[in-house]
């Protein structure tokens, strides 16, 4: 196989971060130091060299870029302080960018005046919208799917989901095929017979549920933390409970959404705190505002390496994602006010306006990593199972 030497490579990835890894002389102690390097003793250092020595293709198809979790562990051990950490989310940035082809990302990663232009157009082009074809204010109660029309927001909702979900294909699918080509995995050794069936679904759910959902290697593996540190200020909590906020947001939409399909209720029909897709929808918001918060706060007070370093985007997707959870208890307060307040339509508009805008923005954002890991943690799970059988069968 021909390697081709992209010599802007390193220059390419420091637009996307503050790492310089020039200084890097392949040491090895951020791999003695690194709580997921395994038993070929190179990781972080080969992501590094392949930077160094102008590898993309090689970079781009590496697994092992999204299994770190940015402690900084090796940050703090580097003796050339190279960053390697930094490095690595760097390289993340710069795959993001790389995979999906319309070049939005790397405008929001390297670009942040241009990229808040964007973003802004972006959520007043979805308020515009909505508010063109709004309807009236009832003052007696809130009537806000009479305001903006719920067939609006629902077709609305739908061409956003289609066009996030082909761009997210479209990503996937790429960086999928570069891993699996530099990985020796084919379509028959993932869906080729039964065993192969069993080994892949055994790997996704290694990947989504224990990885992803679980958070499995960030609990255990990444202690960032201090011991000290209490539960409630813990990274891998604050990830997950934004993780699981997000998500049990978008279920308690489906789930309103799927009530009023079946003709269960119709949406908008006021419901008791406890109804299930309410009360889904608060304990979510409750978690992912809290997540969220937590996390800009530590970016303001640069309490950890993971910290000290933020882009626009990172601050372009935690601004999103608190808009859209604090507009949401907003309007659940308004919702049980006893006069149906003015401000409460506006907040519902201006709350669907950046939801749309988070969801079409998510494979462009920082976001798009809840798409790219899991993938690569699914190739990560197969490798250990080569692996495994291959010592099984040694022994
Ligand atoms: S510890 Fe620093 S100098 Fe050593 S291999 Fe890692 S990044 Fe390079
Ligand atoms: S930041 Fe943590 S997980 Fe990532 S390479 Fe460094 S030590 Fe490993």
Known sequence: MTTLVDTELLSDIQRFGAADVSACFSCGTCTATCPLSDNDGTFPRRIIRYAQVGMRDELLSSKELWTCYHCGLCSDSCPTEADPGEFMAAARRYAIASYEPTGLSKIL???????????????????????????????????????????????????????????????????????????????????????????SGAALWAALGVESIGQRRYREDCKDDQPAEPLYRRRWLIHALTIWGFLGLFSATILDWGLALTGVKETGTPIPLWYPS??????????????????????????????????????????????????????????????????????????????????LLLPFTKFAHAMYRPVALFFYALAADKSKQADFQTD
């Open 109 to 199: 990663y390297t670009r942040p005046v241009i990229g808040s232009l964007v973003a802004t157009a972006v959520a007043a082009f979805f308020a515009m919208f909505m508010y063109a074809s709004h309807g009236p204010q009832d003052a007696a109660s809130l009537a806000l799917f009479t305001f903006v029309p719920e067939g609006l927001i629902h077709w609305t909702g739908v061409a956003v989901m289609v066009v996030m979900a082909l761009s997210g294909v479209v990503g996937i699918t790429g960086m999928a095929r570069r891993v699996a080509r530099s990985e020796g995995v084919s379509l028959q050794s993932v869906f080729g017979g039964r065993a192969a069936l069993a080994r």
């Open 278 to 359: 309410r009360l889904i929808g608060t304990v979510a918001g409750i978690a992912m505002v809290y997540g969220v918060s937590m996390f800009m706060a530590n970016r303001l007070r640069q309490v950890n390496r993971a910290a000290q370093h933020s882009t626009a985007s990172d601050w372009l997707l935690l601004v999103l994602l608190l808009i859209t959870g604090a507009t949401g208890f907003f309007i659940e307060v308004a919702l049980y006010l006893p006069d149906a307040p003015a401000w409460g339509y506006w907040v519902f508009l201006f709350h669907v306006a950046v939801a749309m805008e988070l969801m």
